[in-house]
Structures are given as C-alpha cells and as structure tokens.
C-alpha cells in the first residue's frame, strides 16, 4: 500500500510556542490529506481536510487559527499549532488519500507525532 | 453529519475464538466502510473494507457485512490469535470525502 510519512515522532515544547508537523506522501500524489486528534484510548478525531492549492475544511469546533494547515504540494500537508497549551497535548496523525480517479477511497495513515506542551 | 457508533468497546476472547464488533452509522449517502486496526502508539492500519454495492466481503480470517438497510455493518474474526490483540475501528464515509470514525473496540485474545 501506499506510504505517509510524518514529522516530527515526538516533540515537546513550553506552553506558548508554536509547533510545525510535516505530513508527506511518500509514492503518490495526494490532493486530499487529513487531520486527526486522538487522545489517549480514545477514537480519531477528525479536525479538518486539507486540499492542495485550497483553504483547508476544519470541522466544528476546531479552531482554524490555532491549527494553521498549509498544503502546499501534491506530497505535503501541514500543521501548525499556534501558541500550544499543555491542553493541546495529544497524538497527531494525518493521512492521505489517492486522487478520484485511481481504484480505491482508502485513507493511508502516517504513524503519528505525539506531542506535548510542557 | 455522518455519526459512526461502535459496540463493544472492549471484547475479550479465547484464542481460536469468535469475535465480532458491530458499527451503526447515520447517513444513508456513506457508501464505504473500511475498518482499522490500531496498535498502541501506532498508526491505523487497513485491514478491510467494504462498499455500498456489497453485502459482504472475506479476506481469509477476517469479513465484513453491511446491511445498507439497517446501516449497520459488522466486523468478523475467526481463529482468533493472540497478535489479533489491538483496537480495532470502523469508520463511514462517502467517496473518498473524510472518514467519521467509530468509538473503537479494544480485543484482546487470550492465550
């Protein structure tokens, strides 16, 4: 299957700084990428839709000017977030689907950036 | 939106045994279903996947059914082995737009 990766793994920073993380399609083109939040044993989250040359689609309750999402290439998705609070602390995880057209709907995940905020 | 419910939330089984998780989902437009298996700090991975033009689909120890009538669909394990161990998560969506993911299901398999 097709491959995502992400970057950073993990990262820790004080409460105010902001974070970057990098999402990439590794073997294929991907004009929609996805963000997802999940807390600990909890299920995905989705937070918003990315979609190359375009704003991306946040979902309700997800504040857009906290979770500045660039997706500036067919391979390149990301996520800032802005002046982290330690409530912010989670594991992020992106994936990315093939473009319409190619044989499947299926969603390739990358493995994921914990982050905490000290 | 779309609401994916997932029952049970923690299954534990015999190895060699059944188990079975079962989502329910709210709009009738979502026409695919793919479920995840999940192991801990780790990425979501596919394991199946059906489409609203089937009803049931198998990948040897693993099937999926879905009834678009009642909108539900089932995840089913047979020969259960203890690397089985994981949480495992249904999500519906509607071609290729975002996936609404269920509760999860955490299995463990029993030696």
């Known amino acids: 299957g097709a491959v995502v990766s992400q970057h950073p793994s993990r990262v820790i920073c004080k409460s105010g700084t902001s974070v970057k993380i990098e999402c990439r399609s590794l073997?294929?083109?991907?004009?929609?990428m996805f963000w997802y939040r999940q807390f600990p044993k909890q299920s995905l989250m989705l937070m918003a839709t990315s979609n190359e040359g375009s704003k991306a689609t946040y979902e309700q309750g997800v504040e857009k000017d906290k979770f500045l999402i660039n997706h500036a290439s067919l391979t390149l998705s990301t996520l800032t977030v802005t002046s982290a609070h330690p409530e912010d602390s989670s594991f992020y995880i992106c994936s990315a689907r093939e473009p319409r057209g190619t044989s499947t709907d299926t969603q390739y995940f990358g493995p994921g950036t914990r982050l905490t905020v000290l | 939106g779309e609401n994916v419910e997932q029952h049970p939330s923690t299954l534990s089984v015999q190895e060699g045994d059944s188990a079975v998780i079962k989502c329910t989902y709210s709009?009738?437009?979502?026409?695919?279903f793919p479920w995840y298996k999940q192991e801990l700090g780790k990425r979501p991975q596919l394991i199946i996947d059906?489409?609203?033009?089937?009803g049931e689909k198998k990948d040897q120890r693993i099937a999926v059914t879905l009834n678009k009538t009642a909108k539900h669909f089932s995840l089913h394990i047979t020969e259960t082995q203890p690397e089985d161990s994981a949480v495992y998560f249904c999500?519906?969506?509607?071609?290729?737009?975002?996936?609404?993911f269920g509760t999860g299901t955490s299995l463990t398999v029993i030696p």
């Open positions: 999500a519906a969506s509607y071609t290729g737009n975002q996936f609404y």
């Open positions: 709009d009738s437009a979502s026409n695919y």
């Open positions: 073997d294929f083109q991907a004009t929609t």
């Open positions: 059906i489409r609203s033009n089937v």
